[in-house]
C-alpha cells in the first residue's frame, strides 16, 4: 500500500562523508518505488551540530561543504543545514519535524536551500489545494538509517520513549541493512518497534559496501590512500584544509 509521499533524511555526523551515505538514498528509494510503497520526492542530509563531541568531528562547515560537494551530481538529494545552525545539538525528533513542518507549510519568507525541488514545485503550482483544503497531500519525512542506528534504539538512555514514540509514530524509519544481517529479529525483540512495526521499512542492501568514514579517517591519518572509497573532490577538500591529521601538499 502506498503511503503517499516521502521525503527520506539522513542524520549523522558525515565525517568525512562516504559513498555508503549517499548510496542508502538510492537503494531505498529504488525498492520503495519498485514495490510501489510511496513517491520519493526528495532526499535531505542534516549534518549534526558541533556541539555533539563526537571523536574526530570537524567543524560543521566543512562537513556540510564536503556533502555539497559528493552531492553536486544529485538531482533529488540536499544538504540541510539547520542543525548545524541552531545554538546547540538537536535531538533527531525535532530535526525530523521541523523539516517536515516546513516542507508541508508553504515558505513566508525565503525558501530554505534543502527544500527538494518537487516540493518547490507543489507549493507554486498547488499551495491552495495542497495545504489549505485537508493537507491532502502532505509529505512525510522518513528517518533513513542502517543497522546499527536501529539497534541503538535499545541502548539504555540513547533514546527517550517520547522521542522514539514521535518518530516511529509520526514519521517511520527506512533502515537499510546488510544481506545476511537479521533486523526482523531485532525489531521482534523490541516492544517499541514492534509495536510500530508497519512503520519500519526493511530495505536490505546486496551489494556490500563495509566503507565507514572510520576507515577514511584511520587512512588519512597513516598517510595512505582512500582513493576511491568517498569522491575525489571530498579528499582533495580533506587536504587542502589538512582535516584528519593530513597535510596540503599529499597527493
Same mark, same amino acid.
Not at 548545524?84 to 533527531?92: F, N, S
Given at each position: ?13 558525515? =565525517? ?17 518505488? =519498485? ?22 568531528? #570537524? ?19 540536499? #544538504? ?9 545539538? $538537536?535531538?533527531?525528533?525535532? =530535526?525530523? +519535524?521541523?523539516?517536515? *513542518?516546513?516542507?508541508? $507549510? &508553504? ?5 530554505? $536551500?534543502?527544500?527538494?525541488? *518537487? %516540493?518547490?514545485?507543489?507549493?507554486? *503550482?498547488?499551495?491552495? =489545494? ?10 512525510? #519525512? ?13 541502548? &539504555? ?5 517520547? *522521542?522514539?514514540?514521535? %518518530? ?12 545476511? @544481517? ?7 525483540? @523490541? ?6 512495526? +508497519? ?14 568514514? $572510520? ?11 582512500? +582513493? ?24
Amino acid at each position: 500500500m502506498s503511503q503517499g509521499k516521502i521525503v527520506l533524511m539522513a542524520c549523522g555526523s558525515f =565525517s568525512p562523508p562516504t559513498y555508503m551515505h549517499l548510496r542508502m538514498f538510492e537503494i531505498a528509494k529504488d525498492y520503495i518505488h =519498485s514495490l510501489g510503497l510511496g513517491t520519493i520526492v526528495g532526499g535531505i542530509v542534516s549534518p549534526v551540530h558541533d556541539a555533539y563531541g563526537k571523536k574526530d568531528l #570537524v567543524a560543521a562547515h566543512h562537513r556540510v561543504a564536503m556533502l555539497k560537494l559528493a552531492l553536486r551530481s544529485s538531482g533529488w538529494i540536499k #544538504v540541510s543545514e539547520w542543525e548545524t545552525q541552531q545554538t546547540g545539538w $538537536t535531538r533527531t525528533r525535532a =530535526s525530523i +519535524k521541523y523539516h517536515q *513542518d516546513t516542507i508541508n $507549510t &508553504p515558505p513566508q519568507t525565503e525558501t530554505p $536551500t534543502w527544500l527538494p525541488d *518537487d %516540493i518547490l514545485n507543489v507549493n507554486i *503550482d498547488d499551495c491552495n =489545494s495542497n495545504h489549505v483544503n485537508g493537507n491532502s497531500d502532505d509529505v512525510t #519525512v522518513k528517518l533513513l538509517c542502517g543497522a546499527d542506528l536501529l539497534e541503538s534504539f535499545a541502548t &539504555p538512555g540513547l533514546w527517550s520513549d517520547d *522521542d522514539l514514540e514521535a %518518530i516511529l509514530g509520526r514519521h517511520g524509519i527506512v533502515v537499510v541493512s546488510r544481506a545476511g @544481517s537479521d533486523p526482523g529479529r531485532f525489531i521482534y525483540e @523490541s516492544d517499541m518497534l514492534y509495536k510500530y512495526r +508497519k512503520n519500519v521499512l526493511l530495505v536490505t542492501n546486496y551489494i556490500v559496501n563495509e566503507v565507514s568514514s $572510520t576507515v577514511i579517517r584511520r587512512l588519512l591519518r597513516r598517510g595512505e590512500s582512500p +582513493k576511491y572509497l568517498t569522491d575525489d573532490a571530498v579528499l582533495s577538500y580533506i587536504r587542502q584544509n589538512q582535516l584528519y591529521g593530513t597535510t596540503a601538499n599529499v597527493t
